[in-house]
């Protein structure tokens, strides 16, 4: 399960149906390329993750994604 909350609750604010849909791939995308830069591997050459990513990256990567894609502290 996730729950995904923005900065602003305003409802005009909120991506819904193509938006949405839109902003989940560009995720998607930037997560990819995230991993691929940190792990070393392609998934346009058909590469996939054997373990979580929190069991693959070091800590340091990990704080790094965390942030980046959780806005974690």
């Known amino acids: 399960m996730l729950r995904v909350e923005t900065d602003e609750h305003s409802p005009r604010h909120q991506r819904r149906g193509p938006a949405s849909k839109a902003w989940v791939r560009e995720e998607n ?32 990567a990990w704080r790094e994604a965390t942030q980046a894609f959780l806005q974690a502290a």
């Open 29 to 60: 995308l930037r997560l990819t390329h995230f991993l691929e830069a940190r792990l070393g591997m392609a998934a346009a050459d058909g590469g996939t993750l054997t373990a979580p990513p929190s069991s693959l990256l070091d800590d340091a």
